[in-house]
């Protein structure tokens, strides 16, 4: 389910491309290889996981440094940029839904059994 994000990923990045004059062929095939990073850091981890012993520890450590780095990138890099092009009557609204979207997360993780 989670490649489907793939697709208008891939549409943004050949369209970006062709509108900034590369070729349509050589667009796609640039999308394509953007595209299987994922993928074969995938298939990476999987073998490195697996040489660490494959278990619940390796994999929780691994999928904590992952959100760790995805919160340090929201943090650090989105919200002032997100701060930056909003109006000043509108600042508020984004600190608040980033606030309402961690509760929520945070309600889900002890409400859903793991």
């Known amino acids: 389910m989670i490649c489907l994000q793939n697709i208008p990923e891939g549409i943004a990045t050949v369209t970006s491309l062709i509108r900034s004059g590369v070729d ?3 667009s796609i095939g640039l999308a394509t290889l953007s595209g299987m990073a994922e993928p074969l850091g995938a298939l990476i981890w999987v073998f490195a996981i697996q040489s660490l012993g494959g278990g619940a520890a390796v994999v929780g450590w691994s999928l904590g440094f992952a959100a ?3 919160t340090y990138v929201t943090i650090d890099e989105l919200i002032p940029v997100a701060h930056e092009y909003c ?5 508020h609204i984004v600190s ?3 606030l309402i979207g961690m509760v929520f997360a945070q309600v889900l993780s002890l409400i859903l059994p793991v």
């Not at 109006?87 to 600042?91: I, V």
């Open 24 to 26: 349509g062929i050589k």
């Open 68 to 70: 760790g780095v995805m």
């Open 96 to 98: 608040s839904g980033l």
């Open 87 to 91: 109006s000043l009557n509108y600042k």
